[in-house]
């Protein structure tokens, strides 16, 4: 215990979530060690500053785990899959390099194609329409390729 800094305590439905998100979003096809592993791992960066360097280890394989965790119906079985919020953090991590910095929007009484104009010219495909600071709205489509006149 002498040379232990912290122990992290991870759920398993923390482990096995993370193991599945590696496996989404970085194609890291891992078992629920490398989970544990990283749910840890996030845990500790949370507190430390942009320059901070984590590393952490992924030691095993999700083979093994293709009727398990890796399993939307055994997850489902087990009560471990709960259904995927959209934060404003997933949506940060998700954005594009090219995504605007700033909320678009639009008001009630702009015309749609300036709504589809400001859309084209910022590579979105929803926007708000808001009024007095309080969205009454939104407008989805896929605008047309910006073109030079």
Sequence with gaps: MSV???????????????????SRREGIFCGGSTGT?????????????????????????GEHYLSKFHSDEWMKEKL??????????????????????????????????????????NGVTQIPVIENNVSVGSLRGKPRAHQAP
């Design 80 to 121: 471990l899959l709960e259904p995927q919020r959209i934060t404003a953090g997933l949506i940060a991590e998700t954005k594009n390099s090219g995504a605007p910095e700033q909320l678009i929007s639009v008001s009630p009484g702009e015309t749609l194609s300036s709504a589809l104009h400001l859309m084209s010219e």
């Design 4 to 22: 232990i800094d912290e122990i992290i305590n991870v759920t398993d439905r923390e482990s096995f979530e993370y193991a599945r998100q590696l």
């Design 37 to 61: 592993n990283f749910a840890a791992t996030l845990k500790v960066a949370k507190d430390l500053d942009e320059s901070a360097v984590v590393v952490f280890i992924v030691a095993d394989t």
